[in-house]
């Protein structure tokens, strides 16, 4: 039992013993209590004790949500689904993070692009927009943008359009209604195993979910509060989820990188690879039409790092896409599988949980970016 539920049961147990021992009190010695029933001022402090004083403590007691999950940054997007708030900052992942006047990380972009200056857009998730990563310029795209500067002496300028949770559905929506605006030179799309998977809770998608950023969005006062926060965000939709127990156990399943790997010939993986690539070739279209460059950065799963030749199979999936189309491709799986073998490293030093790189991790990642897309930029 969670130290949360087993604090409240020792709370509310040591409450209901002092009632009752207060009502025994009362019923065996009724002449030392008596007149005690019209004291206003010690039923008020009776109340407080038996009702307000275990919802205070419940409130105390719920500090977990607070730290990680609560932010302010999202609001609702009729197209995307979601979006970050223009000129918002807050907290996301525990960590202070700022959203500028155009409605991304890092610093405000003009449309107008100078003459000389190469443009790189990067569209992705959470990694792409370095969650639980405090400095803006420890970002992959702000490191692959001062790498490239530092090594060819030219203009360089990213736009980090990365948005947490997004996949390439949302991604094309973007790319037709604000990525193009900057006149990107190269668009750089980023995959991870879950953009295949996580769409499947989404009502656009037949889901009941509206994303799990918005889940976590504070709208009101009540969000504040770390109990109520708690008891409608977590525990009322485990409890939902929990009564649906088969639709729950497959949407919960498939939200795991390891089922594109371990039911990778299963019905619904199936269908949905074939809506994650068709919106990725709407993207590759798109750029092709507009006459600009695209690649593919394909990020891992730690899980597929620690066995690289047998796990890899979702990027043999997008990388065969990709030979297709004719798009240039950088998977990362195996760079970072050779730098686990040739370094003294741990898995918590270049990754936060289970795709989400530190910004070491980051800074590794810009960099075998920064080398692969040098000689490409002419």
Known sequence: MPAFFADCRLYFGATGLVTILLTAAIHRWPKAFAGLERNEVLNGLLLFGLVLLPLLYLELASP??????????????????????????????????RINSQGYRGPVIPYAKPAGQVRILFLGDSITFGYRIERDQDTIPAQVEANLQNH????????????????????????????LRYDPDW???SFVLNDVTEKIRLVQFGGKDRGYQLSQNINGMLDHSNFYF??????????????????GAVEKELQFGQSLVLDADSPQIQALWDITLANMEKIITLCQ???????????????????????????????????KHGVPVLDLLPLYAEKFTAEPILMDD????????????????AEWIAAWLEPQLD
């Open 350 to 365: 270049l990754f936060f949980d289970d795709n989400h790189p530190t910004a070491a991790g980051a800074q590794a990642a």
């Open 152 to 179: 060819t002496g030219r203009p360089i300028t990213a736009i980090n359009a990365g948005v947490g949770g997004y996949s390439p559905w949302q991604e094309w929506i973007q790319l037709q209604s604000e990525g």
């Open 289 to 323: 039409r507009e006459n600009k460059k695209i690649g593919l950065i394909l990020f891992p799963y730690t899980f597929q790092i620690v066995n690289a030749d047998t796990m890899n199979q979702p990027q043999e999936v997008v990388i065969a896409f990709a030979a």
């Open 230 to 247: 708690f008891l409608t965000r977590k525990l009322l939709p485990t409890l939902v989820l929990g009564i649906q127990t088969r639709q």
């Open 64 to 97: 977990s949500t607070r730290a990680m999950n609560k932010t302010s940054i999202f609001i609702p997007d009729a197209e995307r689904g979601w979006k970050y708030k223009p000129g918002m900052s807050g907290e996301w992942g525990g960590v202070p993070v």
């Open 187 to 189: 668009i750089l799309l």
